[in-house]
């Protein structure tokens, strides 16, 4: 099976700028959850999707959106770039939400 | 109190040595546990999983988890310089559609 893809692999926006980041899971997975990793912050939950609802979200500002389509995949969109939104975006994906996540490779964002 | 701990480190350990990496948690609600391991500038992936308190072994790895005291450890015997990299513990806990991760302990193997 293929993994979890992720698209763009790299992307430099300057603030005040939206992006859109997608993410195809592996094949039969329903639940993708996001993540953003910082050096001082660690891996931060953004939110999860499973069959097209979000489920959960985490302590992120409302800039922070995204959504799932009828086969899984899933985008999220970050308005109004700020510099601290430098990261590595990454996204798990499982069956359901309750079993193994498997990451994709991930996307760094560079915000200048 | 965070919700999942670990020792950044970072932990060094000879060649050949055991590796010993912990985690606690703070909800006992907490139903799956999961290890990751990721090098530096790529993505996490999965090591191993535990569900039940005792022991699970899958090779060179062993993982520990103990309910009652809300720790889970990661045992790596023969540790070898490919090791190194940061180990991520996680918690699931049924119901929340959420992983709380840890922030990681960098773990060097020296040759």
């Known amino acids: 099976k293929a993994g979890v893809t992720q698209t763009p692999r790299y992307l430099i926006k300057t603030r005040g700028q939206q992006v859109t980041l997608s993410c195809s899971p592996i094949?039969?997975?329903?639940?993708v959850s996001w993540y953003q990793q910082t050096p001082g912050q660690g891996l931060q939950f953004l939110f999860e999707y499973f069959s097209e609802t979000q489920r959960n979200k985490g302590n992120f500002p409302g800039r922070f959106s995204g959504r799932q389509f009828s086969n899984s995949r899933s985008e999220m969109n970050v308005s109004t770039l700020e510099l601290g939104d430098s990261a590595l975006y990454l996204c798990?994906?499982?069956?359901?939400?309750?079993?193994?996540?498997?990451f994709g490779p991930g996307t760094r964002l560079l915000v200048l | 109190q965070k919700e999942v701990e670990q020792n950044s480190g970072p932990l060094s350990v000879p060649e050949g040595a055991i590796a010993s990496l912990n985690c606690t948690y703070s909800?006992?609600?907490?139903?799956?546990f999961f290890w990751y391991r990721q090098y530096s500038g790529k993505s996490p992936e999965l090591i191993m999983f535990?569900?039940?308190?005792g022991d699970k072994e899958d090779g060179r790895f062993t993982a520990q988890l103990n309910k009652a005291s809300q720790y889970v450890s990661l045992l790596i015997r023969d540790s070898q310089p490919s090791d190194s990299a940061t180990y991520l513990c996680?918690?699931?806990?049924?119901?929340?559609?959420?992983?709380?991760f840890g922030t990681g302990t960098r773990l060097k193997v020296l040759a």
């Open positions: 094949s039969g997975h329903r639940s």
């Open positions: 798990a994906s499982s069956p359901t939400p309750w079993e193994t996540q498997y």
């Open positions: 909800d006992r609600g907490s139903q799956s």
């Open positions: 535990i569900y039940s308190n």
């Open positions: 996680a918690v699931n806990m049924l119901g929340t559609y959420k992983y709380i």
